[in-house]
């Protein structure tokens, strides 16, 4: 398997765990009920719009899930120290509080650098709001908690 793969199964995983947590908040399931169905279902088993869903990388899946499970009320903290005061994040998308503590569990536990997280999550950001200016504020929020969570890295 090339490198090219690789990334591309984890960027897979990290576009399905921001679903998984969106699903997880708006359907009250458990990570482990969300999780099963996520990895019989969507890693390249399934189709969507006529084309093979791309296979995810399970692992790094599995990763981001259980860490922005285990770490929610820090990652959250950081994203409301990010936000506008009169925009806690309990007030914002909840496709984008899924991104940002999907993201957030790479900042605070995963060893991917952080200019490799904000690109990746930028990307999954253009791919769920192609018309809005979302990016450029997951980028903001994202670049922000970066820089709280690893200050080593800039």
């Keep these: 398997m090339s490198k090219a793969d690789k990334r591309q199964m984890r960027s897979a995983a990290r576009l399905y765990a921001v679903q998984a947590l969106f699903q997880m908040e708006q359907s009250g399931q458990t990570v482990d009920a969300v999780r099963a169905e996520f ?3 969507r890693f390249g088993l399934g ?3 006529g084309q093979d869903l791309v296979e995810g990388d399970v692992n790094h899946f599995r990763m ?4 922005a499970v285990n770490w929610q ?3 959250d903290q950081m994203t ?5 005061a009169k925009w806690p994040i ?9 991104l940002f503590r999907a ?18 999550y930028v990307d999954i950001a253009k791919a769920f709001f192609p018309e809005g200016r979302e990016p450029a504020f997951v980028n903001a ?9 690893k200050p080593e890295a800039f």
């Design 39 to 41: 990895e019989t279902w």
């Design 47 to 49: 189709y969507e719009d």
């Design 64 to 67: 981001v899930l259980d860490e």
């Design 73 to 75: 009320a820090r990652i």
């Design 80 to 84: 409301d120290r990010a936000l506008v």
């Design 90 to 98: 309990a007030r914002i998308d909840p496709t984008l509080r899924a």
């Design 103 to 120: 993201a957030g569990a790479e900042l605070v536990a995963a060893g991917a650098p952080p200019k490799v997280v904000i690109t990746e």
């Design 141 to 149: 929020v994202l670049d922000h908690m970066a820089r709280e969570a």
